[in-house]
Structures are given as C-alpha cells and as structure tokens.
C-alpha cells in the first residue's frame, strides 16, 4: 500500500472506525466498503467535511458477486485439442434450474458500487455497499446528497433488481415497461424470459414464452502459439526442419 493510500485508510478508520473497512488499493484508487446502515450518513459526511471534501459523483452501478472468483474460461486449463474453454456450462447463467443457487449460498451477493471525485484534495475514492438481504436488495438511496445518482440508480434497480430506498422515481430506464426480470444478474437466462415480435393479425406488439432451447456455441480455437504444442508436435518439426536442412544441403552439394 502506498503512503497516499495508507494515509487515507488511516483517515477514514480514525474517523468512521469499524463501520468502514479498506479495500483494494491495487488499481491506485482506495476502495471503502460501507456498512449499510451508515451508507447515507457516510456519504454525506464525504460531501460535507472539509477533510474529505467529495463534490461529485462520477459513477454508480450494481454488481452481482454470484459465482465471484470462479470461472469455467480459465485459461490456465487450456485444451490442447484445439477447442474452447466453457464447454462444461458451470458458470452463473448457464447452470440448470434444479442446479440453480439456493438463498444463503451467496454471502453479500448483490452490491453497490460508488466512484467520487474531491476536486478540492484531487482525489477519487471508490465506496462499495452490499444489499443485506439477497431476495430483496435494499440499499438507501444517494439522490439527496449526489443528485447524478438518480438515473445510475434506476440503471442498477433495472438490469440488477436493487432497490434504492427513498428514490424519487425508481422505475426501468434501459429496458421496456413490459420486461420480465432483471438481465445482468447472473442467474438471468441468456434467452431471455419473453420474446417479442409484432403481431400483424392484432396489429400491435406480443409477448410470448420463449421457445429457443438453451446452448452454447464453443467456437474450435486453432492454437499455432508454441506455448500449446505438445512433445509431439514439437518433434514433428524438428523432424521436418532437418529434412529440409538436409534437401538444401544435397542441393548445394549439387
């Protein structure tokens, strides 16, 4: 960590105490993650304080941790047969419905994630928040203090479910009225729950079951990289390297 870093870990846990806890500071922005029940009175104390001093709200979205920190595309575990990697469909989104998470196995699966700007100290600060309860996702709203986090906000309870408690207008901003689901979680099916196509009998727009069965496409991936050969391959050419080293010299000879 460095001294820019520590020194501002140091400010918020002398001022909040156990109610922050510091993040990653990796990426060179600190991240504070925030109880949620001292998530508006933080957040204005980082706009109000002198110390602090946050003006402006940049950013807001939500993340779904389900299935975080596993990956069925590691690419350590490359196939030396030529095909992709996914072709088991273990990951969030593909699974079955009776193989589907159960609530509890996911601790602190829905969150919130917030990047300030202090044009004042010139610093930016990234603030997380998770949701309690998994069913129902509640986080308080910021629109009070940051007033840009209105559409973030209706962006997130849209495509992720988040409930933004006290918002003034919470309802979907990037899909249609008549959408079922929240698409960027990760148990979301890649089909979809609906399809919609205009109907030229009704002469108006229908929804109905979708009738796509579920598959993925795993592309064949032809690996000329020297680090996927094999000691076969390897052998093959320099097997064939020396037969033409040999062709050249019985023609120079000649």
């Given at each position: 960590?460095?001294?820019?870093?520590?020194?501002?870990?140091?400010?918020?846990?002398?001022?909040?105490?156990?109610?922050?806890?510091?993040?990653?500071?990796?990426?060179?922005?600190?991240?504070?993650?925030?109880?949620?029940?001292?998530w508006q009175e933080i957040c204005r104390a980082l706009r109000d304080e002198e110390d602090f001093g946050y003006e402006q709200l940049t950013d807001l979205?939500?993340?779904?941790?389900?299935?975080?920190?596993?990956?069925?595309?590691?690419?350590?575990?490359?196939?030396?047969?030529?095909?992709?990697?996914?072709?088991?469909?273990?990951?969030?989104?593909?699974?079955?419905?009776?193989?589907?998470?159960?609530?509890?196995?996911?601790?602190?699966?829905?969150?919130?994630?917030?990047?300030?700007?202090?044009?004042?100290?010139?610093?930016?600060?990234?603030?997380?928040?998770?949701?309690?309860?998994?069913?129902?996702?509640?986080?308080?709203?910021?629109?009070?203090?940051?007033?840009?986090?209105?559409?973030?906000?209706?962006?997130?309870?849209?495509?992720?479910?988040?409930?933004?408690?006290?918002?003034?207008?919470?309802?979907?901003?990037?899909?249609?009225?008549?959408?079922?689901?929240?698409?960027?979680?990760?148990?979301?099916?890649?089909?979809?729950?609906?399809?919609?196509?205009?109907?030229?009998?009704?002469?108006?727009?229908?929804?109905?079951?979708?009738?796509?069965?579920?598959r993925v496409t795993v592309p064949r991936v032809l690996r000329d990289d020297s680090r996927y050969k094999t000691d076969e391959v390897d052998q093959a050419?320099?097997?064939?390297?020396?037969?033409?080293?040999?062709?050249?010299?019985?023609?120079?000879?000649?």
């Amino acid at each position: 960590m460095s001294e820019t870093a520590k020194a501002i870990a140091d400010q918020f846990t002398g001022r909040f105490g156990d109610r922050v806890t510091v993040g990653d500071t990796k990426s060179g922005i600190t991240t504070i993650e925030i109880e949620v029940d001292a998530w508006q009175e933080i957040c204005r104390a980082l706009r109000d304080e002198e110390d602090f001093g946050y003006e402006q709200l940049t950013d807001l979205c939500g993340v779904d941790y389900l299935g975080y920190g596993q990956s069925e595309w590691a690419t350590e575990d490359a196939s030396q047969s030529g095909f992709g990697r996914g072709v088991e469909a273990l990951g969030p989104g593909r699974f079955d419905w009776s193989s589907r998470p159960e609530a509890g196995e996911v601790r602190q699966r829905f969150g919130v994630v917030v990047h300030l700007m202090s044009f004042r100290h010139n610093r930016r600060l990234r603030i997380r928040c998770f949701a309690p309860d998994e069913g129902m996702p509640i986080v308080p709203t910021l629109v009070d203090i940051w007033a840009s986090a209105n559409w973030y906000e209706r962006e997130a309870f849209d495509l992720y479910g988040i409930v933004f408690e006290g918002h003034p207008d919470l309802r979907r901003i990037m899909t249609d009225y008549g959408f079922t689901g929240h698409p960027f979680r990760k148990d979301f099916p890649l089909i979809g729950n609906v399809a919609v196509r205009y109907d030229e009998q009704k002469g108006r727009i229908v929804y109905e079951p979708v009738d796509i069965e579920p598959r993925v496409t795993v592309p064949r991936v032809l690996r000329d990289d020297s680090r996927y050969k094999t000691d076969e391959v390897d052998q093959a050419a320099d097997d064939k390297a020396e037969q033409v080293a040999a062709a050249e010299g019985e023609k120079n000879d000649g």
